[in-house]
């Protein structure tokens, strides 16, 4: 087995993390990161996002965002006006994430 990093989505901050995967795979990831002339960790981070978006149903996905949100309204440290920016910014960050029209998504 072969320990890849890093793992993250376009336009938010990239964390590294380990990822044990088999030789069958490296290998054919290395081939793939050779062809596209990229790192071998930006192409596994795009399989493994592509793949983890694809499996994911908007139900998933919704509760991710709700559990994001109830984390940051249940912080007793932040003031009303601290959950209000990271509200918006978590709001913005998945409306780009997920391709959707910001002009569909206009604040009133």
């Known amino acids: 087995m072969r320990a890849l990093a890093p793992l993250g989505v376009k336009g938010v901050k990239m964390s590294w993390r380990t990822v044990r995967i088999k030789e069958e795979a490296y290998n054919h990831l290395k081939e793939l990161a050779k062809k596209q002339k990229k790192s071998l960790s930006s192409v596994a981070s795009e399989v493994i996002t592509e793949r983890a978006e694809g499996e994911l149903s908007n139900k998933a996905l919704l509760s991710?965002?709700?559990a994001e949100l109830d984390e940051i309204l249940r912080n007793p440290s932040l003031s009303a006006?601290?959950?209000v920016?990271?509200?918006?910014a978590l709001l913005y960050t998945w409306?780009?994430?997920n391709k959707l029209p910001v002009w569909e998504?206009?604040?009133e």
Do not use: N
């Open 105 to 107: 998504a206009r604040r």
């Open 64 to 66: 991710i965002l709700i």
């Open 85 to 88: 920016e990271k509200i918006e």
């Open 95 to 97: 409306i780009v994430a």
């Open 81 to 83: 006006e601290a959950k």
